[in-house]
């Protein structure tokens, strides 16, 4: 896939050797959830037809998210 903004300048299209154009896509997808997007406005700025591919391939829970929900189950005095 090539963007309009990223253009191929060498070996990947970011010109950044081993950071393709997908790493930027997985951390803008990552960022918009941690700031707590929509998941239908991040799959539409994904221009995905299918909001299951948003879920399965372009959103991670971060290390501090799954810190926070197990916080929370604790805080309600179930076990981990």
Request: proline share 2%; hydrophobic share 35%.
């Amino acid at each position: 896939m090539q963007s309009k903004y990223i253009r191929p300048t060498g070996k990947t299209a970011t010109g950044v050797d081993g950071v393709g154009w997908h790493n930027f896509r997985h951390t803008f997808s990552t960022m918009l959830r941690e700031l707590g997007t929509d998941l239908k406005v991040q799959q539409e700025l994904l221009r995905y037809a299918d909001i299951s591919t948003t879920l399965d391939v372009y959103t991670q829970g971060s290390a501090v998210q799954k810190r926070e929900a197990v916080g929370k189950v604790v805080s309600i005095g179930l076990p981990a």
